[in-house]
């Protein structure tokens, strides 16, 4: 049926750094931000207080800067992860899709995991690959390159299994 092979490096990782991050933790985070800057700027406009508006928005300001240090530090672990696992900072994977569910078999290792339809709940883009997340924000991926049926044939199938994608 579907079935990719690939190459996950810190290219790949990099392509897919929006998203690494957690939804509801990127939502907090940029929540957070956007109410300590508009807090900051309503001091300044109602208190004429400068230097309680300073700190509220530098505050915000910092939170965003965070994220972005955060999904790096995330970046840095998997690749390291990966030099620990596979002995460089890049394994080879094949994915393949089947009605009990997605396989991930590591070829470096020779570790297979199966991921169940009903625990799959959203997917993104990028310029290589579609990453497949978990509920546990396990990423999967399907390499664009080496995908032999096109993807909306692939986008349907997955449409036809009880994953918790909002299509």
């Known amino acids: 049926m579907f079935e990719t092979t690939g190459i996950l490096n810190e290219y790949v990782l990099r392509e897919m750094k929006n998203y690494v991050l957690p939804p509801k933790q990127k939502i907090l985070m940029l929540g957070m931000a956007a109410v300590l800057i508009a807090a900051g700027l309503g001091t ?6 400068t230097i309680g508006a300073c700190v509220s928005v530098v ?9 972005n240090k955060t999904a790096e530090n995330v970046i840095r672990m998997n690749i390291n992860n990966m030099r620990a ?6 394994c080879s994977y094949t994915t393949s899709f089947s009605d009990e569910g997605i396989l991930v078999h590591n070829l470096a290792t020779g570790a297979k995991v199966r991921y169940k339809y009903e625990g799959i709940v959203s997917i ?3 310029a290589s690959l579609y ?21 909306k044939e692939l986008m349907a199938y997955l449409k036809t299994k009880p994953t918790q994608i909002k299509w």
């Open 131 to 151: 990453a497949i997340f978990t509920k546990s924000h396990q990423m999967i991926c399907v390499f664009k390159k080496d995908l032999k049926e096109d993807p």
């Open 44 to 49: 300044y406009a109602v208190f004429q207080n």
């Open 85 to 90: 696992n596979c002995g460089e900072n890049a």
């Open 59 to 67: 505050i915000g300001v910092y939170l965003i800067i965070q994220m």
């Open 124 to 126: 993104k883009e990028s």
